[in-house]
C-alpha cells in the first residue's frame, strides 16, 4: 500500500486532480490518499498558502500528488511551488514533452525531457532595491547543485534508455555562474561514455528546439532556462495541457501538471485533464508501479488519438470527467 499526500490544487485543480485520481484507481494500484489543503483556499484561516500540516504530510508520506497552485504576481507570497522545493529539497524538477497522435502540433516524433534544477539561480528570490529607482537580484550557481542535477539527469537518461544529453546555459556571458555550471556538466557527463553529451547556449537552443526538436533528448540546465525552456517544449506538443512535471529530491517527490490553475474555468468542466494524469503516470512510475503506468499512458494516448472523447482544446466536446471516465475504462 503506498501513501500519498493530495494536494487538490485552487481554481481547476480540484477538478483535474479528480479526474487523474479516477484514472489511477482504475489501474487497481493501493494507494492511501491523504487529502490536505494549501493555496488560495486557505489564506483567510491560516495567514499563509502553505499551512505546516501540508508539508508534516509530505514528509510522512514522502509522496505528493498535486493540482496547480495559483502565485500571486508581483506581490504576496512568493510561489507555494518554490516554497515546497525548497523544504523538501526537491531539487530535480522532470518535465516530458512529447507529441501524441491526435494533438493538433506542428512538428511529429518530438520527445523531449527537460530536468531542470529547482534550488537555486534566480528563483532563490535573493533581490532588493538599490536606491528607489533600481533593483538588484543575485544569481546563485553552486558546484553541489549544478553536479547533482547533471548527474540526475545522466542517470535519468539511462535508467530510461535515451541516448543523449544536452547541457544549457549562458556561459558566454555569465562566465562565473553559468561557467561554473558548464564546467561541472563536463565532468560529471564524461563519467558517463555511455551517453552523448553536448551543450548549448540558451538562445540558440530555443532556436534550435523551433527548428529541430527530432535531434534532442534530455536537456538539463539552471532554473531559470528550465522554466522558459519547458513552456516552449510544451508548445511543441500541443501546449501546457498536455506536459506532465515532477520535483524529486533524494527522500521525497512532488508530481503535478506544469500548466497552471486557470480560475476562469474552475467549475465548468472543462479543462484537459491530461497533463495530471500523466504527471500521475510519472509518479506511479516512481513508486515502482511500472505496468499500471504503461496502461494508464497507453489508454489516455489511445483516447487522445481516437478524438471521439475529449476535451474543447483537443477538438472534442467532453468535459473533464468525461474524458477521464473514458481513459479509465480504457485502463
Not at 486557505?42 to 514528509?59: F, H, I, N, Q, W
Not at 500528488?65 to 507570497?77: E, N, W
Not at 497522435?101 to 531542470?116: F, M, T, W
Not at 558546484?143 to 544529453?165: G, L, P, T
Amino acid at each position: 500500500m503506498h501513501a500519498v499526500t493530495l494536494i487538490p490544487g485552487d481554481g481547476t485543480g480540484p477538478e483535474v486532480t479528480a479526474a487523474a485520481r479516477l484514472v489511477i484507481e482504475a489501474a487497481g494500484v493501493p494507494i492511501t490518499w491523504e487529502e490536505v489543503q494549501a493555496g488560495e483556499a486557505v489564506m483567510a484561516k491560516y495567514g499563509t498558502p502553505l499551512p505546516d500540516y501540508v508539508l508534516e504530510s509530505l514528509r510522512r508520506t514522502r509522496v505528493g500528488f498535486k493540482g496547480p497552485l495559483t502565485t500571486p504576481v508581483g506581490t504576496g507570497f512568493r510561489s507555494v511551488n518554490v516554497a515546497l522545493r525548497r523544504e523538501l529539497d526537491l531539487y530535480a524538477n522532470v518535465r516530458p514533452a512529447r507529441t501524441y497522435a491526435g494533438i493538433k502540433s506542428r512538428y511529429e516524433q518530438v520527445d523531449l525531457v527537460v530536468v531542470r534544477e529547482n534550488t537555486e539561480d534566480l528563483y532563490a528570490g535573493i533581490e532588493h532595491m538599490v536606491g528607489p529607482d533600481a533593483a538588484e537580484s543575485i544569481k546563485i550557481i553552486t558546484r553541489r547543485a549544478s553536479e547533482r542535477i547533471v548527474r540526475y539527469a545522466c542517470e535519468y537518461a539511462v535508467s530510461h534508455q535515451r541516448h543523449k544529453v544536452t547541457a544549457v546555459h549562458k556561459a558566454n556571458i555569465m562566465k562565473c555562474t553559468d561557467g561554473l555550471f558548464l564546467e561541472v556538466a563536463r565532468q560529471v557527463a564524461g563519467t558517463y561514455p555511455q551517453i552523448e553529451f553536448e551543450d548549448r547556449i540558451v538562445d540558440n537552443m530555443c532556436m534550435q528546439l523551433v527548428q529541430k526538436p527530432e535531434r534532442y533528448d534530455v536537456l538539463v540546465m539552471p532554473n531559470l532556462y528550465g522554466d522558459i525552456v519547458s513552456d516552449l517544449c510544451a508548445g511543441l506538443v500541443g501546449g501546457l495541457g498536455v506536459v506532465p512535471g515532477a520535483n524529486i529530491g533524494a527522500g521525497a517527490a512532488v508530481f503535478e501538471p506544469v500548466h497552471g490553475s486557470s480560475p476562469k474555468y474552475a467549475g465548468q468542466d472543462k479543462v484537459n485533464p491530461t497533463a495530471m494524469i500523466l504527471s500521475g503516470v510519472m509518479m506511479l512510475e516512481y513508486l515502482g508501479e511500472w505496468e499500471a503506468a504503461r496502461r494508464i499512458e497507453e489508454a489516455t494516448a489511445a483516447v487522445i488519438r481516437e478524438g471521439k472523447t475529449v476535451t474543447y482544446d483537443l477538438g472534442g466536446s467532453a468535459g473533464t470527467m468525461a474524458m477521464a471516465a473514458a481513459i479509465a475504462a480504457r485502463v
